[in-house]
C-alpha cells in the first residue's frame, strides 16, 4: 500500500513541473509578443560605437533593439557580416567596402551614409604645417583606399605632386613632386597613433585618433584636415545585400539619421567627426 504523502507529492511535483516549463516558454516568447526585433550590428569602438549607441536609444523607441559587437580591425567586421554573425556592421566608408568586397567576393553594400571622419595630419612635434622640415618621416595608413585618401590629403596642401592619372588607388609610387623630400612610410591605420611620437607627422584616419586621445591620453597638433563638403568618404551602414530594405533596417537608418544623433556628433567631436547626413 502507498504511503499518503507520496502519493500526494507526485500531482505536486508534476504542477511545479509544468509551471515552471510554462514559466519559461513565456520567457523566451517574451520578445516576440513585445513586437522588439533584435538587430546586431558591428563596429570600431570610437566614434562609431559610440555614435551607434547614441543612435540604439532612438531605435528602441521605434522597436528595434541593437546588440553592439565591438571590433578593433578592419577586416573581421565584414567577414563576420558576411558569415552571417551580424545582421549589420559601421565602420567604414564606401570605397573601402567596395574594394575589399570586391577582392573577397562579398555580396555586402552600404544602406546609408551617417558621418565622415575628416582624415587628417597630426604631429606630436611641430605645431603648424610650415614648421614640418625637410626629410621629415610621415606615416600614412596603409589600406589602399585611406592611403590614397592621405596622399591626396599631402597634395592639397603643397607637400606632395601626385601624377594627373593617379585616381582613388593612388599609391606612393604615383608620387612625382616631393619637394620637401618626406620620408613616407606605410604601416597599419590602427598602429599609427602608437607610433606618432616617434615621427614627425602622420596622416591618421579619426576614430584611431580619437581612440589614442581616450586611452593613450595622446596630445597632438592638427597640422592640416581633409575638407567634409562633397567629401566621399562618409561612413555608412553596411548589410548583406538584398537587406537593405529589411523594415528594421530602415528603421536603424533613420535612427542613425535623426536629429539626436546630428546633435551628439556635433557637441561630442569638435570637428574630427561631423554628420554626412
Sequence with gaps: ?????????????????????????????????????????GVNPVPHGDILRAAAA???????????????????????????QLD??????????????????????????VHLEPLALYSTKFRQLAELP?????????????????????????LLRLREDAGATATVRDVVGNPRKLDLREIDAEQQPRTLEDVAAAVINGNYFLEAQKHLKLDAKVLAREAARENPYANVLAVRQG???????????????????RRYIESTYGGAVVPAF
Design 88 to 113: 549589420a556592421n559601421y565602420f567604414q566608408h564606401v570605397p573601402y567596402l567596395e574594394r575589399f568586397a570586391g577582392d573577397r567576393k562579398l555580396a555586402l553594400t552600404s544602406a546609408g551614409p
Design 134 to 158: 625637410e626629410g621629415a618621416q610621415v606615416t600614412l595608413p596603409a589600406d589602399p583606399s585611406n592611403l590614397a585618401r592621405a596622399l591626396r590629403l599631402l597634395e592639397a596642401q603643397g
Design 243 to 261: 537587406d537593405e530594405q529589411r523594415p528594421e533596417v530602415r528603421t536603424l537608418v533613420k535612427a542613425l539619421q535623426s536629429d539626436d544623433v
Design 1 to 41: 500500500m502507498k504511503s499518503p504523502s507520496r502519493s500526494l507529492l507526485t500531482p505536486l511535483l508534476l504542477s511545479v513541473t509544468l509551471l515552471l516549463t510554462a514559466c519559461q516558454k513565456q520567457e523566451a516568447s517574451s520578445g516576440e509578443s513585445s513586437g522588439i526585433r533584435t538587430l546586431k550590428v
Design 58 to 84: 532612438v531605435a528602441l523607441r521605434e522597436g528595434v533593439r541593437v546588440d553592439v559587437v565591438e571590433f578593433t580591425d578592419y577586416v573581421q567586421p565584414n567577414i563576420a557580416l558576411s558569415d552571417k
